[in-house]
């Protein structure tokens, strides 16, 4: 029988082996080989103090950008939203900073929040028992005069039908409520007695405050390795999000810029793979993103609303402010700048 001694000494050998082969090869190498190996080297240990050097150096440019906004958020934000009510909903995993600093921007702005629906993860799930359970759900708590959409063969069916009723139990499109409190929290508890979602209320209270006219929808803070962008979650808060635009008078995507890359229900929309158009922000996790968020919610309230995509990805817009000078061939914007504070109409989806 071997004894561990034996294995010992064998592996002992071997790296005996390795380090005399290893010497003695470098010995051989011949110089000009050497030179150039090592050349190559202290050109890499170069650039790599270049890269970290420019890492520093934007790390320091973005703390002091969010420096700023966090000094001119008064001023940039005041009265842009005075008299709006905004819902919050927010995916699983969406990040829980991105969230509270959306929620302080939109107060700063003269907002009103209505509350918070958390989504579970299971409103995603799409088992024939779980789409089952969404569509039923979703006809059974409809308010009157609204139905459920009816998509057979759909993947996402459930989906869309919830949707669809929480969008309307939630929103006004004029400001005007057209449900109760009472008939709202009635839809919610619905769909939470069924595990789809939980609600809350700026006071912590299991409930919202009633309809509200702009809704903010939070996506998750983080995307997985090999995540694809059309996955029933992300597909299921783009339509969400469609579905409160339309039910209210506003509402967008909104994430962390870890969470708005490949993979993610931002990219869906910014690639044109969901089908569907909403207007996102893809780096609502820093003070300049959340500033843009509100700004784009006022841009949204403007005489032409349009869905546009801000932040800093690929192709998108930096921000809603207007530019400093007209294009060529075209006469100033006469439209309201989203960052000034223009008098408010509740009259109609503006």
Request: charged share 10%; proline share 7%; hydrophobic share 40%.
């Amino acid at each position: 029988m071997i004894d561990f001694r034996y294995h010992l000494v064998s592996i002992m050998a071997v790296f005996l082996a390795l380090a005399v082969g290893i010497v003695l090869g470098a010995e051989a190498l011949p110089p000009k080989v050497a030179s150039k190996l090592n050349s190559e080297a202290q050109r890499a240990l170069r650039q790599n103090d270049q890269l970290n050097a420019e890492i520093s150096q934007l790390k320091s440019q973005v703390a002091t950008d969010n420096q700023f906004g966090t000094a001119a958020s008064g001023t940039l934000l005041a009265h842009l939203l005075q008299g709006e009510t905004v819902v919050m909903v927010t995916a699983p995993g969406a990040d829980s900073g991105t969230v509270s600093g959306l929620t302080k921007a939109l107060q700063e702005a003269g907002a009103k929040l209505t509350g918070t629906i958390s989504l579970a993860p299971q409103f995603f799930d799409t088992d024939a028992a779980t789409e089952s359970t969404l569509v039923t759900t979703a006809g059974q708590l409809a308010p009157a005069g609204v139905s459920a959409p009816a998509v057979p063969g759909t993947q996402l069916a459930g989906q869309y039908a919830a949707a669809k009723i929480i969008a309307s139990a939630i929103m006004t499109g004029d400001g005007i409520p057209t449900l109760t409190s009472h008939q709202v929290n009635a839809v919610l508890n619905g769909f939470g007695a069924q595990g789809f979602l939980q609600v809350s209320d700026p006071a912590g209270a299991a409930a919202l405050t009633g309809q509200a006219t702009l809704a903010v929808v939070v996506i998750p803070g983080t995307t997985s390795a090999n995540a694809s962008s059309l996955s029933a979650e992300n597909l299921t808060l783009v339509e969400l999000t469609h579905a409160l635009g339309q039910a209210g008078q506003a509402a967008l995507l909104a994430g962390s810029l870890a969470g708005s890359g490949p993979g993610s229900a931002i990219n869906a929309v910014t690639s044109g793979g969901a089908g569907v158009t909403v207007t996102t922000v893809d780096n609502a996790d820093s003070q300049i993103g959340q500033i843009i968020v509100v700004q784009a919610l006022r841009q949204e309230l403007g005489p032409h609303p349009g869905p546009t995509a801000y932040g800093v990805g690929p192709g998108v817009v930096p921000s809603p402010a207007p530019t400093s000078s007209p294009a060529p061939g075209t006469s100033p914007s006469t439209s309201p700048s989203p960052s000034r504070s223009p008098s408010h109409s509740p009259a109609g989806k503006r």
